[in-house]
């Protein structure tokens, strides 16, 4: 206990930025289901204290609470003080993991999986054909499917199927870089993208090439390394961030876009401030890679005429609404520009209310706490059904997930879709309406 005390006692600087003000409270999803002080980050931040100062012996008890958190930064987003609790948990989960030790599911996903690539890539791509066997596919617009066989862990669940062909595979037969003369980016795909919403990086490649961009990208790339940093497995993490530096160094590039709110959140904030400060030649490539990482929607509404080659009078005028990805706005503040590839699409946007609250999703919280993930979720889907919209658009895909799930709980029938699929489509519909 004292070891892990003085591991601990490192956060004490950042946990004295914090004045017990209790805003957190007002701004927590999870508070406001369970009005419990040792689900908001006030309450979790005087736990971490008293380790710091050996009041009790329970460090497992102080896991359980830091890891009953959907790590939205919506406290930090609205701390009068600026406590960068984000941080703050994610390095106290990884000094009490240290102590503790990783579950051995998680060892087995994080060290034998996650952190290989190649054996990642092609495990999925197994399993993927496999799914009928365990899954059904429902009838509704969200694709989702139901476990065959009823269990704690997916009887209740509306999952959206692993694709059968995930974008990877699909790199060796296709050459995006050709003799493009524009600027140069590289895309960094993320696992939920390349194997459950491929779509979205084939849209990402579609309005890249209508723009003249040349695009890189490696092959091998693996996962930004959220799942297992907030899991506690800094030593998976920093694997992670060393093979993505080793894939994206091999060519130089004006950008690094991607198309998920929670990859772009974590390149930029996480990578910087968890990677060993004692690594100078690492920190300093991760550095300059997270000052080249953009959002997909800002790249193109800040370096491109989202107007070209669509018709002012084309598009669908679909009525679309739009969820705020906690890791998109608060953390990045990235807000408009999602919106007006939505506009610049042709349709018709409609707000819905408290547009920025989380949907509940929050990664592994998710599995591990799925009641209180679908309460916050299902109020989100409320919020989605009273704007009266057929879709529904959002840049992160494990939000897509939490929505079609509780939309399809609620038997909806609104399409749930990425805004660079909506803009992809509507360059599409103008070209065929050209050519006829």
Not at 181 to 201: E, H, Q, R, S, Y
């Amino acid at each position: 206990m004292k070891q892990l005390a003085l591991e601990v006692k490192a956060l004490e600087d950042k946990l004295a930025v914090c004045t017990r003000c209790g805003m957190c409270q007002a701004n927590c999803p999870l508070f406001a289901q369970t009005h419990q002080e040792a689900d908001v980050s006030r309450g979790k931040l005087v736990l971490i204290q008293g380790l710091i100062d050996q009041m009790f012996d329970d460090p497992k008890g102080v896991n359980l609470r830091l890891q009953r958190c959907l790590l939205c930064g919506s406290c930090a987003h609205g701390c009068p003080s600026s406590v960068n609790t984000i941080e703050i948990f994610l390095k106290a989960r990884g000094i009490i993991t240290q102590y503790l030790g990783l579950p051995f599911a998680k060892k087995m996903i994080f060290k034998k999986l996650l952190c290989r690539p190649e054996t990642f890539n092609g495990i999925m791509g197994m399993v993927a054909p496999l799914q009928k066997f365990f899954f059904k596919k429902e009838q509704n617009f969200q694709e989702t499917s139901c476990a065959r066989i009823a269990s704690p862990l997916l009887r209740h669940r509306h999952i959206v199927p692993l694709k059968a062909t995930a974008f990877h595979k699909t790199l060796k037969n296709m050459d995006y870089q050709g003799k493009k003369k524009g600027i140069k980016v590289a895309f960094f795909v993320g696992c939920l993208i390349d194997k459950v919403f491929p779509n979205i990086a084939h849209s990402v490649i579609h309005v890249l090439e209508h723009f003249n961009v040349q695009v890189f990208i490696p092959c091998h790339q693996g996962c930004c390394g959220i799942p297992a940093l907030a899991s506690g497995d800094r030593q998976t993490f920093e694997a992670l961030v060393k093979i993505n530096i080793d894939c994206f160094s091999k060519e130089k590039f004006d950008y690094l876009v991607t198309a998920c709110a929670t990859c772009s959140s974590t390149i930029i904030k996480q990578w910087p401030a968890l990677i060993k400060q004692e690594d100078k030649t690492l920190l300093a490539q991760v550095e300059d890679l997270a000052q080249k990482t953009v959002d997909i929607s800002w790249l193109l509404e800040k370096r491109f005429d989202l107007s070209l080659g669509l018709s002012k009078e084309g598009g669908s005028k679909e009525v679309i609404t739009y969820h705020d990805p906690c890791h998109l706005k608060k953390s990045l503040g990235i807000f408009n520009e999602p919106r007006k590839l939505i506009l610049a699409s042709g349709n018709q946007l409609k707000e819905m209310k408290e547009s920025d609250t989380c949907c509940g999703m929050g990664g592994s919280f998710n599995l591990d706490h799925y009641d209180l993930s679908s309460r916050i979720g299902l109020k989100k889907a409320e919020n989605i059904m009273d704007t009266k919209c057929s879709t529904v658009a959002t840049s992160c895909p494990a939000c897509m997930m939490q929505i079609s799930d509780m939309l399809a709980k609620e038997k909806q029938s609104i399409k749930v879709k990425h805004p660079v699929e909506i803009y992809s489509e509507a360059l599409r519909a103008n070209s065929k309406a050209l050519d006829l």
